[in-house]
């Protein structure tokens, strides 16, 4: 089992930025692969951008690319979400998640762990 929970989400303006951080306690963290998604209103859960178990492996989705960084830190048990140049259709419940498994994936069925999630709203 993994605990995963979220924090860093708020109301930002367009065009500023926001950190996200995942916390994971449970098994070892290192053995997964982490993943963060987001949900906006009426809309399907969507892949942001994944980072494999040592950190070398990273894709993100097209829409945020140069926008955001994921990054982990296996000591710490921690991924974040750096997010800058943020959009309005950035708005949405950001969540992070865990796989156990080798590289990254985009399907949100390949997870297997689940944080509530943290809520990114940007005004234009």
């Known amino acids: 089992q993994v605990q995963l929970v979220e924090s860093g989400g708020g109301l930002v303006q367009a065009g500023g930025s926001l950190r996200l951080s995942c916390a994971a306690s449970?098994?070892?963290?290192?053995?997964?692969?982490m993943g963060w998604f987001r949900q906006a209103p009426g809309k399907e859960r969507e892949f942001v951008a994944a980072?494999?178990?040592?950190?070398?492996?990273?894709y993100y989705t097209e829409s945020v690319k140069g926008r955001f960084t994921i990054s982990r830190d296996n000591a710490k048990r921690t991924v974040s979400l750096q997010m800058s140049s943020l959009k309005p259709e950035d708005t949405a419940l950001y969540y992070c998640?865990?796989?156990?498994?080798?590289?990254?994936?985009?399907?949100?069925?390949?997870?297997?762990?689940w944080g509530q999630g943290t809520q990114v709203t940007v005004s234009s």
């Open positions: 998640a865990a796989r156990q498994g080798v590289g990254v994936t985009l399907p949100a069925a390949e997870y297997d762990y």
């Open positions: 449970g098994r070892t963290f290192s053995s997964f692969a």
């Open positions: 980072i494999s178990r040592g950190g070398l492996g990273i």
